[in-house]
């Protein structure tokens, strides 16, 4: 009986803490999203390089027509303030760790203009920083 009570306090205490690391990496990811958003929003290209890998592609539909931007093109356009500069109200529609090393990030981010539906696919690096390795995006009007 005592092993049996003893196996079934490990089982929980494993499970308890794989659970509370996976809610660890889900704020992880989220707040990668956030400042993925908010590098846009407020023109800062450090904030995006610190959480885009830099050989990352940008894919962005508008009016049925996608667009291909590399982590760098982004970057600059943004610097340049040819994008960006209005902030956007976050709503976060899906957040999934795939493994230890993967994860999906599926938001909505409106501004007065523009509703960005994004899918962001992100890794965790061999550093054990979590990055953004591949944007999809529909742009609509609001």
Do not use: C
Not at 41 to 52: G, H, S, T
Not at 81 to 109: D, Q, W
């Amino acid at each position: 009986m005592r092993i049996k009570n003893f196996l079934s306090v490990l089982l929980f205490s494993l499970f308890a803490f794989g659970a509370v690391k996976a809610q660890d990496a889900k704020k992880d990811i989220k707040k990668v999203a956030a400042n993925f958003v908010k590098g846009a929003d407020v023109q800062n290209p450090e904030l995006l390089k610190a959480v885009m890998e830099e050989n990352s592609l940008q894919y962005v539909l508008i009016g049925g027509k996608f667009n291909t931007f590399s982590a760098e093109q982004y970057i600059t356009m943004v610097e340049e303030k040819k994008l960006g500069g209005k902030p956007r109200k976050i709503t976060y529609k899906h957040v999934e760790l795939l493994s230890e090393n993967l994860a999906v990030v599926v938001l909505n981010a409106v501004s007065s203009e523009y509703d960005f539906l994004y899918q962001l696919s992100m890794a965790k690096s061999n550093t054990g920083k979590w990055e953004i390795v591949g944007v999809t995006t529909e742009i609509k009007g609001v």
